[in-house]
């Protein structure tokens, strides 16, 4: 069932999908509506199941599940990673790559492989002061005090 987001636990299930580029302003009001509709209808069966997402920065997919109640099968785990596919095939971008790095420059979200991350650090281009996204956070309490930090207090400052 798709509640708010504000209503789901700590310990609810996250998984953040970084898009490789910002999503296109006559791109935004299709892909919301897609995730919106996707989140509604996934594990609809499950009337104990609460899911929810964010769009944030026109760029970073985020699906949230609170399934403390009723546990998330492989099948609805692949359903999700199913209709990720699909949006990465739609509109031309990887959401699946874990191996890039992105972090904010400015008033924008830069989106790097992770080499050229390390030499962007190593030529000082970056600090430890840079937020970076941690996009391999995995449950909502880490989401919402972690996600968005300073690369020093996060497990990229092993690069500085």
């Known amino acids: 069932m798709f509640v708010d987001?504000?209503?789901i636990t700590d310990d609810a299930k996250v998984w953040i999908y970084p898009s490789s580029r910002k999503f296109y302003k006559n791109e935004i009001e299709?892909?919301?509506?897609?995730?919106k509709t996707f989140v509604e209808n996934w594990n609809k069966e499950d009337e104990n199941f609460k899911a929810s997402y964010q769009f944030l920065y026109n760029r970073f997919i985020v699906i949230v599940a609170d399934d403390e109640k009723s546990p998330l099968t492989n099948t609805a785990i692949d359903a999700s990673v199913s209709f990720i596919l699909?949006?990465?095939e739609t509109y031309n971008v990887q959401l699946l790559d874990k191996m890039n790095v992105c972090?904010?420059?400015g008033e924008f979200v830069q989106y790097?492989?992770?080499?050229?991350?390390k030499k962007l650090l190593k030529n000082k281009a970056l600090t430890g002061?840079?937020?970076?996204?941690?996009n391999l956070i995995t449950n909502n309490h880490d989401f919402k005090n972690y996600w968005e930090t300073p690369i020093e207090d996060s497990w990229y400052s092993r690069f500085l």
């Open 5 to 7: 987001y504000k209503s």
């Open 30 to 35: 299709t892909v919301e509506n897609a995730i």
């Open 86 to 88: 699909d949006l990465q």
């Open 103 to 105: 972090f904010k420059q």
């Open 112 to 117: 790097k492989e992770l080499k050229d991350f």
């Open 129 to 134: 002061k840079t937020i970076i996204f941690d």
